[in-house]
């Protein structure tokens, strides 16, 4: 797999594949203040090496991000963006401020500069911690077990 230029479907395929973190996420979780860190997640079916990345604004503890990326390339599998303002695709279209980005090749242009309205699936955003639960369960990551 050409982690440069996937297709749709194998974005699809990659999304859908069982993913299992190889540590514990971070346990430490202030009530407000940055949060920023990396969880090694690993897919071993398709032998591809991710980093889970929590991001909280450290001044609104309501603005916040998750994202999975490819280590070897530090590409965005999906990415969602949580009271970070709205977004403008490239053709001009105006997304809502909570908003997903997925990996989408088009030469000449970033993987995540197109961005989607969130799904269903991913619907409780009150915090970080508990968009958290939706976001592994909608990318298919498990926990590193306790």
């Given at each position: 797999m050409d982690l440069g230029g996937l297709t749709d479907n194998e974005v699809k395929?990659?999304?859908?594949?069982?993913?299992?973190?190889t540590r514990q996420i971070p346990e430490d979780m202030p009530l407000i203040g940055r949060i920023k860190d990396d969880t090694p997640v690993v897919d071993f079916k398709n032998h591809i090496e991710y980093f889970l990345h929590r991001y909280r604004n450290p001044f609104d503890s309501k603005r916040f991000s998750l994202h999975i990326r490819f280590q070897q390339t530090n590409d965005?599998?999906?990415?969602?963006?949580?009271?970070?303002?709205?977004?403008?695709?490239?053709?001009?279209?105006?997304?809502?401020?909570?908003?997903m980005h997925v990996y989408h090749f088009v030469k000449g242009l970033r993987k995540d500069v197109?961005?989607?309205p969130l799904p269903a699936e991913i619907h409780n955003i009150t915090s970080l911690f508990a968009a958290l639960e939706d976001f592994l369960a909608y990318t298919n990551v498990t926990e590193y077990p306790k």
């Open positions: 395929e990659l999304l859908q594949s069982l993913k299992r973190c965005h599998l999906i990415r969602i963006d949580i009271h970070n303002g709205t977004h403008r695709n490239p053709d001009g279209t105006l997304i809502p401020e909570n908003h197109i961005a989607i």
